[in-house]
């Protein structure tokens, strides 16, 4: 919501968060942030450990002008193929509207092959280690 890319789909099921990689939150409120995901979401144990892994994924991405997809979710799958397809319409005219590629990640293989049906192809992968999935970094250039 800070960076103003939030969208819902119509039917209210789904929703992605998309935003240009340059946005940015001032540090008072990525910090209030921070503290609310220890205390009120992950607790303080894990904290440390989900701030550092999103700090390596972020050195993953090129340092090139991009859409960035943080999260993108659907409630009900039953029904969520027009959702799906209501978000990706969205990601793609927004791609197609800035000129900018949209980046991704995921961990998730039945996912990946998802996403590459729709264009994305895998720029990168990273290993963490201690029995925690590989993350495949993915891309979709624009008016593909």
């Known amino acids: 919501m800070e960076k103003k890319g939030a969208f819902m789909s119509d ?32 607790g303080w144990a894990r904290a440390l450990s989900v701030i550092l892994r999103e700090r390596t994924i ?11 997809c943080w999260m993108l979710a659907v409630e009900d799958r039953t029904h969520g193929l027009h959702t799906i397809i209501a978000l990706r319409d969205h990601i793609f005219r927004l791609s197609a509207e800035t000129q900018l590629p949209v980046l991704a990640e995921t961990t998730v293989p039945n996912l990946l092959t998802l996403y590459q049906r729709y264009g994305f192809h895998i720029y990168d992968t990273w ?17 593909r």
């Open 127 to 143: 290993e963490p280690g201690h029995g925690q999935p590989t993350v495949y970094f993915i891309r979709r250039d624009p008016d």
């Open 58 to 68: 972020r050195k993953h991405r090129p340092k090139i002008p991009h859409l960035y």
């Open 11 to 42: 039917d209210e099921k789904g929703v992605v968060l998309l935003f240009p990689n340059h946005a940015r939150v001032p540090l008072h409120r990525s910090i209030t942030a921070y503290y609310k995901l220890g205390r009120d979401c992950i």
